[in-house]
């Protein structure tokens, strides 16, 4: 059965870095786009960042609200996401998801994990 589990979500202080997880299982990893999205409270959720597929060369692209402090990576071997997180800033508050997609419409999501960034 397919599944996304994000880990590393946590507290953290302005400024600090966390890098969250997504394992993937039950589906051709390596052949989806893969994306973080974010929903904090009271707020629609919000595109933070995609990597195309290893065929299409692992292209990423940012919100400009993250550009030059969170980097999305996959490791393929690992049927794994990342979301490097640098630079934190108490807006950056929210759940994070990790999402699998098809250009067919195919998608998964993952449960979340809970990012908080406050002194």
């Known amino acids: 059965q397919v599944q996304l589990v994000e880990s590393g979500g946590d507290l953290v202080q302005p400024g600090g870095s966390l890098r969250l997880s997504c394992a993937a299982s039950?589906?051709?990893?390596?052949?989806?786009?893969m994306s973080w999205h974010r929903q904090a409270p009271g707020k629609e959720r919000e595109l933070v960042a995609s990597i195309t597929s290893a065929g299409a060369g692992g292209s990423t692209n940012y919100a400009d609200s993250v550009k030059g402090r969170f980097t999305i990576s996959r490791d393929n071997a690992k049927n794994t996401v990342y979301l490097q997180m640098n630079s934190l800033k108490p807006e950056d508050t929210a759940v994070y998801y990790c999402k699998a997609w098809r250009v067919s419409g195919l998608y998964y999501w993952g449960q979340g994990t809970q990012v908080t960034v406050s002194s």
């Open positions: 039950g589906f051709s990893f390596r052949n989806y786009v």
